[in-house]
């Protein structure tokens, strides 16, 4: 046919390599998403717990494997989340869900690798309390570390609780006196005789003290922090028998622990439905490039007042600082002098190794 005869309708379009139909950036709503929490995490895969009822009035919870979707992006999901999920939600070893959401965080605990370090690392998130574990000796107890967690706990806004191991070796009441003016809730725990093992055997010791650390943990969602050695994982399986968490020794030579734990996991409380613990791997450094001073003083209620007065820029340990004046009119109380005394020391953490 010559070229002369063609019109409109001879025409031939080459359809693209791509695909006839346009790409859309609109990305489905997920009404249908279920919300579970997640109770671990492995190399990009997430362990999560659907609670009963929500697949059918008479189905129980279930634990379902998933990954993130690409809606996600580079968000981190972290242990404690509240994320929707889609897909096979059947639960069994080759099923495998979509994270498609991460829900509304109540509260984030956060650290970074160094106090210059710009970059934070969430921890977990949705946890109500920091129970900073630590040893009274056998590794011997190191009040920076402890200081740190106070602050970033005060930070996220997490109820703080002290948990003082190995009080059998050790008495407690000095350790808990520089912390007194903090007004801070603590538990202490010692190793008691041998308790016999599966096999008969005394292969584990008895942990005195257990019933109280469950009384405060209980109905909440407490996370456990603490450096390698200090006996966290050992606490989290008196707690949780079935944990079944790697317990470490201590290093003769360094008196350090060995890291046991690698990964954070979520265990629900035996017999309390709202109790978790979140286990930790242990810690070297406890970096608070991220926290605002500001946000610390607010926790002391008895002298944020008298910051009034203070030069701008003030670091509120030096000459000029109006807390001084403030604490010697007796405007903070009996206890002023001690609460200026730990405030300046958590504010000192910051940028003191630990």
Excluded at 40 to 50: I, P, Q
Excluded at 109 to 127: C, F, G, K, Q, S
Excluded at 309 to 324: F, I, Q, S, W, Y
Aim: hydrophobic share 40%; proline share 6%; aromatic share 2%.
């Amino acid at each position: 046919m010559s070229w002369r005869g063609l019109d409109e309708s001879d025409i031939r379009v080459r359809p693209s390599r791509k695909g006839s139909r346009p790409r859309t950036k609109e990305r489905p709503a997920h009404s249908d998403a279920v919300v579970a929490m997640v109770i671990g995490v492995d190399r990009g895969r997430y362990t999560c717990l659907v609670p009963k009822g929500v697949l059918g009035r008479k189905e129980p919870e279930r634990v379902v494997t998933a990954m993130k979707a690409r809606e996600i992006g580079r968000t981190r999901v972290v242990v404690g989340d509240d994320v929707a999920l889609v897909g096979d939600l059947a639960g069994g070893p080759d099923a495998l869900a979509r994270i498609v959401r991460i829900e509304e965080r109540r509260s984030v605990l956060r650290r970074t690798a160094d106090d210059t370090d710009p970059y934070e690392r969430i921890i977990v998130a949705n946890a109500d309390q920091l129970v900073i574990v630590t040893a009274l000796a056998d590794p011997e107890p190191r009040p920076r570390m402890v200081d740190r967690c106070l602050v970033a706990a005060y930070d996220a806004d997490l109820d703080p609780l002290l948990a003082l191991t190995k009080a059998d070796l050790v008495d407690p009441a000095p350790f808990l006196a520089s912390y007194a003016p903090l007004d801070v809730a603590h538990v202490v725990t010692s190793r008691g005789p041998e308790v016999a093992g599966a096999d008969g055997a005394g292969s584990t010791r008895g942990i005195v003290g257990i019933e109280g650390v469950r009384e405060r943990l209980a109905g909440k969602v407490s996370v456990l922090v603490g450096h390698s050695g200090v006996g966290k994982s050992t606490l989290v399986n008196a707690l949780v028998p079935d944990a079944l968490r790697a317990v470490g020794v201590v290093n003769d030579t360094t008196g350090r622990g060995r890291h046991t734990s690698t990964n954070a996991v979520a265990l629900r409380l035996p017999g309390d439905d709202d109790g978790w613990v979140i286990d930790t791997p242990g810690i070297r450094s406890f970096g608070l490039a991220h926290i605002d001073v500001d946000h610390i003083i607010d926790h002391f209620p008895d002298l944020a007042a008298g910051t009034d007065g203070c030069p701008r820029g003030c670091t509120h340990d030096e000459p000029e600082c109006a807390l001084d004046e403030w604490v010697e009119q007796g405007r903070a109380g009996a206890a002023g002098p001690s609460r200026l005394e730990s405030l300046r020391r958590l504010l000192s953490s910051r940028s003191t190794p630990d």
